[in-house]
């Protein structure tokens, strides 16, 4: 048992002594890049471990990190200061830490290759574990963009649809995201915002969007469009985000001149109205005004006259070809007989006066017949 130990030993003596145990440098486990897949504009870091496997301690040294990225990207190369380390205890640090932080600004494959003793100033037992290289992608983003067509002003009375586009002119696939859009007076509580759900939309995919709402005061009324408004989405651009603006509500001659007739002409007037009532008994009378041009007419004014009433002027919006426009009044009689009433545009004096009229008779029975007196 002696010899055995004592033969042992002298071959364990007579390894060292012709190979003598050397340092073993390497890089620790996967380099780590953070994020793995980045947007543009965002900050990558970069980290890793070098170890010394061996008891024996090595001495100072370099390692070098070397980022390549995609076309337009620089190289960068950076160098970092190994201690000496050792896996003995009570014989210094085991490991050392490098850490680096870039910035990406292109689209594409970014290389993370980490090299330890670049400049081979430690002889080592494994040269082969040296080095190690990382990917990270960044893909490619999103751009959503809102546009709305011009909104013309209108007059009171009538209905404004206001529509914004939301389009991803980005390369990447945009994720859901919410479209803030305001149309002032719009909604059933009047506050005029709605915040509506747009899904993901693909390079070049586009949605629209409304809101409508019916005028009755004139001035001025804002809109407004905000795609991504709580800003959750990383884009390319962030500036084409929100789109707005306002128009009027009018009264009177304030109008649009593209496609109207130009000088005011004889629009077609109608009316709809009982042909008896009885005394206080309401009754209504709407002239109905009816566009038979071609093209658009221009806002007119109407005087509406009936008899034993104040005359009022109505203001009738601009009406396309065929469209008809309701114009009521309301009246009643205390006295019999026949009420006239009639409409007449004074903004042109060649138009004709439209007129009618209807019969107030006194409450009570109509008057039976010589046959169902006679039952």
Known sequence: MKKFLVLALGL?????????QQPDLCIS????????????GETVTVSATITNLSNIKSPPCKAKLTITGPVKFHKITRYFNISSLSSALN???KEHKIRYHYKVHEMGIYQNTIKVDVYDVVKESN??????????????IPDLTVYIPIVKDIHVLRNKTVTTEVKNIGPGISPPSKLWFFLEGAGDSGLGAKVFDVPTLNPGQKKEYSLSHRYYIPGKKGYKAWIDYK???TELDESNNLQSGSFK?????????SG?????QCLNISFSAPKKVKTNEKATIIAKVKNQYKKKSPPLKLDFSVQDHKSVTFHIPELFPNQVFDVPYS????????????????????CQTFTGSIIVEKPGKPLKTPSEAIR
Do not use: C
């Open 12 to 20: 364990f003596f007579l390894y060292h002594f012709i190979f003598p």
């Open 29 to 40: 486990g996967r380099i780590i890049v953070k994020p793995e897949f980045p947007k543009i």
């Open 249 to 257: 509500v009018y009264v009177g001659s304030h109008f649009d001149e």
């Open 260 to 264: 109207i007739t130009g000088d005011p």
């Open 127 to 140: 040269e082969s574990n040296n080095e190690k290289s990382r990917y990270n992608r960044v893909d490619p």
């Open 231 to 233: 800003n959750k989405i």
């Open 331 to 350: 009246a009643q009689w205390t006295t019999v007989g026949t009420k006239q009433y009639s409409v007449k545009m004074p903004s042109n004096s060649q």
């Open 91 to 93: 014989d210094g640090p």
